[in-house]
RNA sequence: GGGCAAUUAGCUCAGUUGGUUCAGAGCACUUGGUUUACACCCAAGGGGUCGGGGGUUCGAAUCCCUCAUUGCCCACCA
């Protein structure tokens, strides 16, 4: 048996996967068992693993694995999403580097090569998954461009339409230039960026007077079709009712007025350009002003622009900034902080824009999904997060749910004739056919004379069903897989997402099935580096997960990331938790190589420390299995991971191994063997969860199994009661064993080197675990005396005292008296302290009576110890 | 501008209704160790006035006030 033995994790991982996967372990099927399910947030499509799937897999495999241990039937539906601006973007990219714009094809073709791109890249992050262990259900993996959830998606529109919900409004949207299209509000995300306020000097009309006005956006001259001053202004009373003029464009516009305007920013002048301002949208509609869209829809400068016209938006800014001041127009110019929308996918500044696009009405919606959270029948973890929930939920806007998109499902809805407003709203363009003649009473309308819009649904509209589409719900609400599946149990995934998705599946889910989608929803963290910034592939701060898993293995890795994963709180990752991880694995590995040499003798009786140690073991693995279970109900992953940590670690390996473990080349009793057996069995349960593929591994070694009696399908450890008593000795034991440990440092007397151990037995404690201190601190007599030992070591634990005699000559006596002044004084300052509390009469009157009790006790226990200390200075001098 | 959360050992974090030595864990660190499973190991050890200040209480890391710092979310101030 050589010292090099390591783990091997890499084919080990792969049979195991193998296996599980051969034996349709991960499958699950309607039964009379109780249900427990999952489904994965649906990554997209064409993604690539990164740190943060690996943190949410990891720990949705933990959950669904001690699912399936604990009998429920497991079912973790994994799929992906079409995620159609990011996929589109993608897709466009790798035309435009082989010279093909997305204008010059048909939608046909455009979606033919956004297929080819998606069966190409698509799923290869479901295979990296099951490089992580990930126990899906992949008979079951759904995208959300399948037929049936397509036609979900298609049924769900009609009918939200019909109720009135979904409407069609020309509003003012969040434009993205670089994608070109709409973006709902959620998609837009708010920088501070340093800019400039321009301070513009429009001529008064029939004066020489000027009035300025502070703008960021000098391009937007252009399009200016009012200057609007506080009707309380004083300073512009004189100039109520006048008219400017618009420098460059030489429009004349009026002067109007409305409180909105803030007196104190800028000049207490506000430039109003409806077409692209949100507010001044607002502003022009109440005040009847014109609009002038000064953009294309790629942000450059259309014929309104002028002489700026096809130039973009920044470029114009820069140039007809200088134009301005050529002509005087431009007063001045300050830097300015503010906030700039920018794109979540493309990064492209937003640019406000009137336009024709569909709405989902949510303010009733929203209703019965607020609810479900405030009453705790969705609970969020870490509860934090309901706040931010229900401040969303309560000022929900509506959702605009058109992209001008091809990837995607396309809008149901059929226009005829010319007008915008004439269109039907039909799950098939058959009966779209039907209602528009009924609707016209035109019979003579043919399918041809029907256009569809030619916008798809915004991705979210697809992934808010997900929880109901996978189990078909949506097509056939009645079918016996979404009844026994639905609602699911937990869902794991980034607080990122929480409006985006979590809220809106609630939503569907009352809408729907009158039911929520899920019990529970658990927000992990952001994965971040050591500097705390977050892992993204942009930074290159993120490691590839695939090299990680290559170097640590799987088990090391999950080990790893939940070793520091505080449910909503970000996760600093570092590369060292991932070795901590796989050295746990190999800790583990080891303990079975030292199991599996041992030797069994049927005829040896079974020793003492062997039979206290494995009582004592099976009560503590009792405690640990509460623990656990309280860990788990409060999704606190990485407490759960740490109990399991020190169990295995500590009190197994560093303990019961030590103390039943035989002779050098001895063979070991054939009681205590088998009861190791079935402990390290019971180990492995707990363990699986964590490090799925090296349990199973040694489970499998321990004897041959049937495929029914794989690890993954096992059933948790049983409940017994635990020996309360009998944990409390052994952490006496310990300390003892300590101590021994400490003085045969301190004088350097080698473990080979056997020693006698005296005990004045001030605690009157029973001697239950003497046979362990005598393995373990290799003690060839333990005895019972009744006075301090001479010329001996001390220490004392409790009221007990403990001697080592000691080689004549080698005590310092000096040293010892200092030692144990040291102790004496702590320990009657210690008392002085405690005797304080019981002498104040307030404490006494209102403390109750167990803390009082308590620190009697300490009391008796500091004077004891007072006496042994003293007894042994009176010795030593 | 509004809201929420956090601040405990060098690092990452526990500390549930104020009261068992409650000031903890893991890692890191120091020292010692070829004990025949594991140096990805074993053992022993050092380390924090619980962000600052004030208050309530017999008793505060824990409750209240205040200040500071950090992070997140929301919001149309040109």
Redesign the pocket.
Known sequence: ??????YNAQTTENKWYNYWMEHGYFHSEVDDRESYTIVIPPPNVTGVLHMGHMLNNTIQDVLIRRARLKGYNACWVPGTDHASIATEAKVVAKLKSEGIEKSDLTRETFLEHAWEWTHKHGGIILEQLKKLGASCDWERTAFTMDDNLSASVIKVFVDLYNKGLIYRGYRMVNWDPEALTTLS??EVI?EERQGNLYYLNYKIEGSQEVLTV????PETILGDTAICINPNDERFTHLKGKKVIVPIANRIIPIIEDEY??????T?C??VTPAH???DKALGDKHGLEVIDIFNDDATLNSFGMHYQGKDRFVVRKEISKELEALGALEKTEQHL??VGTSERTKAVIEPKLSDQWFLKMEDLAKPALEAVLDKDVKLVPE?FI??YR??ME?VRDWNISRQLWWGHQIPAYFYGDGKEDFVVAESKEEALTLAKAKTGNATLIETDLTQDPDALDTWFSSWLWPMTVFNGILEPDNKEINYYYPTNDLVTAP?IL?FWVARMVVAGYEYRKEKPFNNVYLTGIVRDKQRRKMSKSLGNSPDPLDLIAQYGADGIRVGML??S?AG??L?FDE?LCK?G??FV??IF??D??IK?WEVDEDIEQPEAAKIGIAWYQSKFQKALLELEDHYSKYRM??AL?TTY?LI??DF??WL??MVKPA??APIDAVTYAAVIKILGDNLKILHPFVPFISEEIWQSIKDRTPEEALIIASWPESHTIDEVLINDFEVAADV??GV??IR?EKNIA??EAITLSVLNNDKAKPTFDTVIKQLCNVSDLEYVSESVDGALSFRVKSNEYFIPIVAGTIDVEAEIKKISEELNYTEG?LKSVQKKLS?E??VA???EK?IV?ERN?QA??EAKIATLKASLASLK
């Open positions: 048996m050589g010292s090099a033995a390591k509000d959620e708010y502070a703008t960021t956006r305007v803030d007196m104190e920013f800028g207490g506000l430039k301002d949100m507010n503010n906030k934090k706040n931010t401040h969303w000022n990122e409006f070793l520091s505080p709180n970000d600093m060292d901590q796989s050295a190999n800790k080891n303990a190589r030292l040499g990485s407490d740490m020190k670690w500590d390996c560093s191994l030590e050098y080349q064993i300590s440990r400490k440092k473990f080979k210690f104040n307030r404490f209102n403390a109750p803390v308590i300490k226990d500091a």
